[in-house]
């Protein structure tokens, strides 16, 4: 049997994966993580040589955080490009014949060059992405080792509010339904609109 896959992609702190764990309950499919395996696979794209991700593996904090947001975020698209053959991959050999995977890695580009069913995108407004970050108690971890914390995480916010702006504009381009969190929204009103996307009863 063919595997069903519903794909949620989009920009990070937009609740893709609060929507994606409570569809995968509630409808009985398997909950597929991408964050849960991108080190892995940024380590594996780094080993075949591939640039972006090789030159990540390599980066000190300052040398990942400090540098210009729009650099970042044009180098983020290029990772995920880099590893989207690990992630499908993975995607085909997982024994499920029903998914719910969610990640920022399904950009519009990746997605455009396989093809898949079933892919929607959820981001942020700038305002609820920078608000819900500093209530994630392990974004200290990732600036450790920072010469400027506070530089670094204003960086990484511009660098998420650009990415989540090519996102909107490269679906609304690909006619790809794309949902603005803004934070307005409860839990349920998110969670309604993306089961009538995918259609699901």
Known sequence: MEQRILFIGGSPCSGKSTVAERMAKEYAAYYFKVDDFLEEWIGMAAEKGYPACKRSAGMTPDEMWMRDPLIQCKEEFLIYDEISEFLFARLRETDHDFIVTEGAAYTPGVMKKYRPKNYISIVPTPEFQVSHYRKR???????????????????????????????????????????????IKTEDELFFTVRDLFALT
């Open 137 to 183: 108690e392990w974004v200290p971890y990732v600036l450790e080792g920072c010469s400027d914390k506070e530089r670094a995480f204003d960086n990484w916010m511009k660098r998420d509010i650009l990415f989540a702006a090519q996102v909107k504009g490269e679906c609304g381009e690909s006619g790809i339904p794309c949902i603005v969190n803004d934070g």
